[in-house]
């Protein structure tokens, strides 16, 4: 038998022609879940499979492709799509955020600031952020067509009663242009404005679930909260143990059994950037 | 401000059919503001279905049922969805036997009482807190309460809890489905104390199921007595419970006062 | 056509023919080996082993032969296999904290003391066909000669240096995080004599001890598919992968005689620590809880839905709302293991043709009266419900 063969960045034409038509339509109606025929890809469910098929399904062979996975290309499934990627699409990787055309992402936005014709591509596990409140995908696609969305506050309301605050820490809920409620993936909250009046298109793919969506560049993105109970991001009370940027989302690194600990850039490009050259990170 | 002479609700024929079998058959009645219906009978007579039916929460197959609004009496029949989901949770009210299928049990008592507010667009957490204290209060559950669930209420808590969640937001018209079904005769009492005294204070319109005449002697003004799907007498509570024209009313009647 | 005859035995006879021809296949192919199963379907045998409670890969690999791959069958005949064994006593708690590691990953930390050991896995391949099983390539890499190359993910640059130091052990995830006392205890050790399900029949409540040990034989894919369950809110609880590690343990046997313990050898298991989070509750502070999993051989989907359905059987215990069918112990345990549930489905291929008889025999008469009666109505009815229109 012999080994079959693929087309460029894996997925046949058509199947990459209907899935640019589910992006166009996510683009026009910003933060609605389109409901797209993901197909079977070669890396399990949950394991990005929806922002790998958008990646396929966009990049062309002059694309310059990012992958990050908690913020970092050397964890073990950024490096395995990285691979796929430049395996099936023969296109150029880079970990630099800044030369990157297109970064597809799971659970961070990087910390240098996205510019203008850059994608980012969301890999997203359960896109409906009204899911926990109803299980049931008839309930939540009706209460999306009547901006049923008290509930949700029901949610942030409980965190405020129990805890004092909001105790929602990722996959914060949003407002997108004013209309749809959006699940943001599981980022953690840190990284919600970012996406708001972003000039870089963001794309969203929930391969198990069959879901597209997008927000456009430009696009008003508004964390849900109480007008007494503003919306906050974690604030760090200290900074990167490797390069010393304050300001920026921190991993909690165990050094021994005894509690010790020390904190890093969770973006490990931003990090090795600043340790290469700290000057000039701190001036950019 | 509505007339008190002019109908708030107007049903018309309200039919009902399960595939072949009649639940519910040409039933015709008006209620007015401030108004109290009780609707009895044994069970299977039908008065569970014509109350889904009254309050949208079934279709009808025959018939009609139109209600006040903006000065308008207006067929039910005609609401999209989403003015049906307001019109429940803003001006209607609906009281479930079982208060776990009107409550968010595991959902604190002050977000259970603040759902309908902030569903229709408060947006201010102290101010919410406050409203769900101040009818905690009123439906006499303790305001140290208000962050437990009510899963650790008792059953009279938590049919209390039911009005509070309904009350909020000042409806017109509240449904209650035998409210005190399954509680306690002390716990019943206390309950319908406070039911009648919300109904008066608040002008509230109600249309109650109940089997249990004494409920309705207490609360309601009038009567409709049901059977197999049809309401066979209706008229004035004191009139209907004394003087019972029909046979099956007087049976009824006569069965209470025996017991 | 097909005539309900007597004399089958004849019939039956010759179907168990077929059978043994068809399970041989063609004979211009080699027949199977037993190493050749055992060798390089290991998972196949790792899952019979775990769900036929029977760790013997030799056994397993012959169930799997003889049922023609067809696992929950293989499980079937380890099961039967197994009830006729004696038992002359009960080993010691495994302490899979002394593992020989092979593979080891959290998702919590991105390194810990030990690091993240990645191991035989599927996770980090492209699941392209025929692209990992060229032969020419794994003859290569197995006669390499010497030690593979160290599957070890680079961690943070100060703990590198750590972990070349004598004390580079490998913590449970789950104690760094109970330092803080941000983790519940783990179960106190009891000196009560845990269940056992194939002794004892399941009786409900079921305590977490037994409810653990139906789910390590429960079926791998009804796990799965109440794991996922939860994770898409039916019963959702929030779950971390605190910890994955798969590697050999030691079997110990103390025979009372000797008053000291013996090792009997060496399994391998795959244990996983689910880290859920967890807002507290009337008997409970806020911290993570835990669900645990723990099987024979290498099947980290096995544990882990093992995990997360522990944990979500714990709702009683924690004050949680039972609301998903992966929270109602009754339910899950119930229908969990698959020679049961094999057993029952299949059962319908057995002959009913007396009940059917009777059915059939009552659907007549329904249907009589039923037309009898919608006739009567049809009759009455139609005039008056035009009247009313």
């Known amino acids: 038998m012999s080994a079959p063969s693929y087309n460029f960045a894996y997925l046949d034409e058509q199947t990459k022609r209907m899935i640019r038509r589910a992006i166009l339509k996510a683009i026009a109606v910003p933060g609605y879940q389109v409901p797209f025929a993901s197909r079977e890809m070669p890396m399990p469910y949950g394991w990005g499979t929806g922002g790998v098929q958008i990646t396929a399904s966009i990049i062309g062979p002059k694309d310059v492709l990012k992958v990050i996975d908690q913020g970092s290309d050397d964890t073990t499934n950024a490096v395995s799509i990285r691979a796929f990627f430049a395996k099936v699409a023969s296109v150029a990787v880079t970990t630099r955020t800044r030369e990157a055309d297109i970064i597809q992402t799971r659970h961070r936005i990087p910390e240098t600031p996205l510019a203008e014709g850059q994608i980012i591509v969301f890999q997203v596990p359960i896109p409906e952020p009204l899911r926990f409140l109803e299980p049931r995908e008839t309930e939540t696609r009706l209460m999306h067509a009547l901006e049923d969305y008290g509930p949700m506050h029901i949610k942030l309301y409980e965190d405020i009663a129990r805890h004092g605050h909001i105790a929602t820490t990722y996959a914060y809920p949003v407002r997108v242009a004013g209309r749809y409620l959006m699940d943001p993936s599981p980022t953690p909250k840190f990284d919600n404005p970012k996406m708001h009046i972003s000039p870089a298109l963001q794309l969203f793919g929930a391969g198990r679930e069959k879901r597209i969506y997008a927000i456009p560049p430009n696009t008003e993105v508004v964390s849900l909260d109480f007008e007494d109970h503003p919306f906050e991001v974690q604030r760090f009370d200290r900074t990167c143990a490797l390069c010393g940027a304050a300001g920026v989302y921190l991993d909690e690194v165990l050094t021994d059994d005894k509690g010790a600990r020390m904190f890093v850039c969770s973006d490990t490009d931003h990090c090795e950037c600043r340790q290469a050259a700290p000057r000039l990170a701190e001036g950019a | ?259 | 056509m097909y005539v309900a005859v007597k004399g089958g035995e004849k019939a039956i006879a010759a179907a168990h023919e077929q059978l043994s021809r068809a399970r041989r296949g063609d004979r211009a192919f080699a027949e199977l080996e037993l190493a050749q199963i055992r060798e390089q379907l290991a998972l196949a045998v790792a899952r019979v082993m775990s769900e036929a409670s029977l760790y013997d890969a030799e056994l397993a690999a012959l169930a799997i032969k003889q049922s023609r791959g067809d696992l929950i069958e293989a499980i079937f005949l380890a099961r039967a296999y197994r009830t006729t064994l004696p038992r002359f006593g009960e080993s010691l708690p495994i302490a899979t904290e002394r593992m020989t590691i092979k593979r080891r990953i959290s998702a919590c930390f991105k390194d810990m003391p030990g690091g993240q050991v990645l191991g035989p896995t599927f996770d980090y391949t492209h699941r392209l066909l025929g692209e990992m099983g060229k032969a020419a390539d794994e003859e290569n890499v197995a006669s390499k000669p010497g030690v593979p190359a160290s599957c070890k993910m680079p961690g943070v640059a100060h703990l590198e240096s750590l972990a070349s130091d004598a004390t580079a052990s490998c913590p449970r995830v789950a104690k760094l995080l109970g330092n803080e006392a941000l983790i519940e205890e783990p179960p106190s050790p009891s000196h009560a004599r845990p269940g056992d399900i194939t002794r004892e029949p399941l009786g409900f409540p079921a305590e977490r001890d037994v409810r653990l040990q139906s789910l390590a034989r429960g079926d791998e894919g009804f796990l799965l598919g109440l794991a996922y369950s939860t994770q898409r809110g039916f019963g959702r609880t929030h779950p971390f992968a605190g910890e994955i590690r798969f590697g050999n343990v030691e079997v110990e046997f103390e025979a009372p005689e000797l008053g000291f313990s013996v090792p009997l050898g060496e399994i391998e298991v795959t244990e996983c620590d689910m880290v859920n989070q967890f807002r507290g509750s009337a008997n409970a502070p806020p911290q993570f809880t835990r669900g645990y999993g723990l099987v024979f051989g290498q099947s980290e989907r096995k544990a882990m839905s093992m995990a997360l359905v522990d944990r979500a059987l714990r709702a009683r215990e924690l004050g949680e709302e039972i609301t998903a069918p992966a929270q109602d112990e009754e339910f899950v345990l119930s229908h969990s293991d698959n020679v049961q549930a094999t057993g029952f489905v299949e059962h319908l291929k057995l002959p009913h043709y007396v009940d059917f008889q009777a059915e059939l025999f009552l659907l007549r008469q329904l249907r009589r009266e039923w037309e009898e009666r919608h006739a009567a109505v049809t009759a009455t009815q139609q005039p008056s419900r035009e009247a009313a229109e």
């Open chain 2, 1 to 259: 401000m509505t007339p008190r002479n002019t109908p708030l609700l107007v049903a018309q024929g309200v039919t009902k059919y399960y595939g072949e079998r009649l639940a519910c058959r040409d039933v015709s009645f008006a209620i007015h503001p401030g108004e109290v219906i009780a609707v009895v009978g044994e069970s299977g007579s039908g008065k569970t279905t014509l109350l889904a039916l009254l309050s949208q929460r079934l279709k009808l197959s025959a018939g009609s049922v139109s209600y006040r609004q903006n000065g308008d009496l207006r067929d039910l029949d005609g609401l999209t969805e989403a003015e049906r989901r307001r019109l429940q949770r803003t001006d209607w009210g609906f009281v479930h036997q079982d208060p776990r299928e009107g409550l968010r049990m595991n959902v604190s008592a002050g977000a259970n009482v603040g759902e309908r507010l902030m569903a229709t667009g408060w947006r201010h957490y102290g101010r919410i807190r406050n409203a769900a204290r101040e009818w905690l209060t009123r439906v006499e559950i303790d305001e140290t309460r208000i962050d437990d669930a009510p899963l650790s209420f008792s059953g009279g808590m938590r049919q209390r809890l039911q009005m509070a969640k309904n009350l909020v937001t000042h409806p017109r018209l509240v449904f209650m489905d035998e409210p005190t079904g399954g509680l306690d005769v002390s716990v019943q009492a206390r309950l319908l104390d406070l039911i009648r005294a919300l109904v008066a204070d608040l002008g509230l319109a109600a249309i109650i199921v109940t089997h249990d005449l004494a409920v309705a002697r207490l609360l309601s003004h009038r009567i409709l007595v049901m059977k197999n799907g049809e309401v066979i007498e209706a008229g004035l509570t004191d009139r209907v419970l004394d003087d019972p024209r029909e046979a099956y009313t007087q049976l009824l009647v006569s069965s209470v006062l025996a017991a």
